[in-house]
């Protein structure tokens, strides 16, 4: 996949591009409250990208209901457009989820996920994210994800 692909827009296009939710999360590092965001129980088959850059990020199959009102996922679709870094904020230590190519705030890691999907359990704000259907990764230039929903 071409790495040019996927360009963080200035700060002056995301203003006008995302919400103030989407902006505050993914710009300012904030969090969207719990059991109140567009995907924490989405059911419908797909993909899930940055919401800045587009860039693959997670799969409905690797997605479950882990109870703390956020989309869950066992696992990224593309290791290499996840990136976790420490986290110190809020006198906690946790590990925080970063997009490779927007450096767009996601959410945070944690080890309490399912034992039988690897045990991660990465809970992610929907604020950050833009759902592709599986009927839709064609025309949304996605095409190559299609073969996760055969």
Not at 49 to 68: A, M, N, Q, R, W
Not at 125 to 146: M, Q, V, W
Request: contains cysteine; charged residues 35%.
């Amino acid at each position: 996949m071409e790495q040019n692909r996927y360009q963080k827009p200035s700060n002056e296009e995301l203003k006008k591009k995302l919400s103030p939710l989407q902006y505050r999360v993914t710009q300012e590092n904030m969090s969207e409250r719990p059991f109140e965001n567009e995907y924490w129980d989405y059911n419908e088959e797909g993909i899930y990208v940055d919401i800045v850059t587009g860039e693959p990020l997670f799969t409905s199959k690797d997605k479950f209901d882990s109870g703390c009102g956020w989309p869950s996922f066992s696992k990224p679709l593309e290791n290499e457009n996840v990136i976790e870094k420490l986290d110190k904020s809020h006198r906690m230590i946790r590990t925080e989820v970063r997009s490779r190519h927007g450096d767009s705030h996601l959410g945070h890691v944690f080890t309490d996920g399912p034992r039988e999907l690897g045990g991660l359990r990465y809970c992610i704000n929907s604020a950050a994210l833009r759902f592709i259907k599986k009927e839709d990764l064609e025309t949304e230039g996605y095409g190559e994800y299609r073969g996760f929903f055969k």
